[in-house]
């Protein structure tokens, strides 16, 4: 078994293996796309895992991403597409795929990398935590509040795209959880057949993607509005875009909003999604909530240099041993001594710990991204704490209370 980038004479392999390992979501851009990929890599760069007859059994995309982690910017390796030759399964080719993806990343300096799970369960064995979320929101136009005022929108025209790309990185830049990638972020906005953007004052202030979605194949009368990306910088903006999809009740039977927005319900006077899904039979299902991407740190030492602020100024100054068990990387099991003071978590040696604290790289990940709270590990007991009474200064120190946030799928 061999695993290396792969060359453009095997750009029909990789075709091959792409389609068999996802054959309703192979998106045809990226076919299209595939042999100038190999040749010039804009998307990412494909990884390969080759039998020992040379022929490819397995194939993943490697994907350099600018992530926000708690107000900082840091460079993250995406790994997408995951694709095992339908002849090789249960014969570890992801397994190792992945382990070789992730060494790369560490060796170009990258601290942090993260994925689109198509089993949690599987990417967790490989120290994967959970990390955003997505609700879709789908009520009726009427249902939604209007103010009376969309005269600040329009269809975005093609000179304006380096202006909304921009908009949207500085949105990036102030958001924890979003990330950059001038590729995606390019196709993921202007790919969609409508983008809307609010100009206030001459200036954008949001901007927002959708596209129809077929409700009955018997008319082409009734469709829903789904809006894939929705980016406002103030509520004024977003009253803007409210009173559009409100004044939709003609031929829209409902809009689909997708956002990472757990309390965007608040903006509608019967949040009802009309699928008459509730799990008790007496309340509405108001949403529906999906996995975004898996987070995982590389490199536990490199990471905490990195990311040496805390959320709050500790209430005290302390020393924690962070015991962090990594059974995929082994250079990443390992102790870290961290000295929290002030505002600062600082890399330290030689000094007796306070406190100990015990997770697993998985836990740990998700706790730094502020997907869950260590509160709710302890409760589960998946992390352990020598002194209970460290809990909320290691919270403050190495957590954050703000959910990730992030549009891009990869």
């Known amino acids: 078994m061999d695993i290396r980038f792969v060359q453009s004479e095997e750009e029909a392999q990789l075709a091959r293996n792409v389609?068999?390992?996802?054959?309703?979501?192979?998106?045809?851009?990226?076919?299209?796309?595939?042999?100038?990929?190999?040749?010039?890599?804009?998307e990412g760069r494909y990884l390969g895992c080759f039998d020992d007859n040379g022929n490819l059994i397995g194939s993943s995309l490697l994907m350099d991403f600018e992530v926000n982690v708690r107000g900082k910017l840091m460079e993250m390796g995406g790994t997408a597409y995951v694709s095992t030759n339908f002849l090789h399964k249960k014969e570890h080719v992801a397994?190792?795929?992945?382990?070789?993806?992730?060494?790369?990343?560490?060796?170009?300096?990258?601290?942090?990398?993260?994925?689109?799970?198509?089993?949690?369960?599987?990417?967790?064995?490989?120290?994967?935590?959970?990390?955003?979320?997505?609700?879709?929101?789908?009520?009726?136009?009427q249902?939604?509040?209007?103010?009376?005022?969309?005269?600040c929108l329009s269809y975005a025209r093609p000179e304006e795209e380096e202006e909304i790309l921009e908009f949207y990185r500085n949105?990036?830049?102030?958001?924890?959880?979003?990330?950059?990638?001038?590729?995606?972020?390019?196709?993921?906005?202007?790919?969609?057949?409508?983008v809307v953007v609010c100009r206030r004052e001459g200036r954008i202030t949001g901007y927002l993607t959708f596209e129809f979605v077929e409700v009955d194949h018997y008319t082409d009368m009734y469709h829903d509005l789904a809006v894939r990306e929705l980016v406002c910088e103030d509520m004024e903006t977003m009253k803007q875009?409210?009173?559009?999809?409100?004044?939709?009740?003609?031929?829209?039977?409902?809009?689909?909003?997708?956002?990472?927005?757990?309390?965007?319900?608040?903006?509608?006077?019967?949040?009802?999604?009309g699928e008459n899904r509730a799990f008790d039979g007496a309340i509405q299902e108001i949403g529906r909530k999906n996995m975004g991407y898996m987070f995982r740190i590389l490199?536990?030492?490199?990471?905490?240099?990195?990311?040496?602020?805390?959320?709050?100024?500790?209430?005290?100054?302390?020393?924690?041993?962070?015991?962090?068990?990594?059974?995929?990387?082994?250079?990443?099991?390992?102790?870290?001594?961290?000295?929290?003071q002030g505002d600062k978590v600082l890399l330290t040696k030689d000094r007796e710990p306070d406190v100990v604290l015990k997770t697993g790289i998985a836990d740990l990940s998700s706790l730094v991204m502020g997907a869950i709270p260590l509160s709710s590990f302890l409760w589960t007991e998946r992390m352990e704490l020598s002194n209970r009474s460290y809990g909320q200064d290691i919270q403050n120190a190495i957590g954050w209370s703000e959910k990730p946030k992030n549009y891009t799928y990869f």
């Open 299 to 340: 490199d536990v030492k490199k990471y905490f240099a990195l990311q040496n602020h805390c959320e709050r100024p500790a209430r005290r100054e302390f020393t924690m041993e962070l015991q962090v068990e990594d059974d995929f990387m082994e250079e990443n099991n390992t102790s870290v001594l961290l000295r929290v």
């Open 95 to 141: 397994k190792n795929l992945i382990r070789v993806g992730l060494g790369a990343f560490a060796k170009t300096g990258r601290t942090v990398a993260a994925l689109h799970p198509f089993n949690p369960a599987f990417y967790r064995k490989m120290g994967f935590g959970y990390c955003n979320e997505t609700m879709m929101y789908s009520p009726k136009p």
């Open 171 to 194: 949105y990036a830049k102030k958001t924890h959880g979003a990330t950059i990638h001038s590729f995606m972020d390019r196709h993921r906005i202007f790919d969609m057949p409508y």
């Open 143 to 151: 249902y939604i509040r209007s103010y009376g005022d969309k005269s």
């Open 241 to 273: 875009f409210l009173t559009f999809f409100a004044s939709q009740t003609d031929q829209i039977e409902r809009v689909r909003i997708y956002t990472y927005e757990e309390d965007f319900h608040m903006l509608f006077t019967n949040p009802d999604s």
């Open 19 to 42: 389609i068999t390992g996802f054959p309703s979501k192979t998106p045809e851009a990226l076919l299209h796309n595939m042999a100038g990929e190999l040749k010039k890599p804009e």
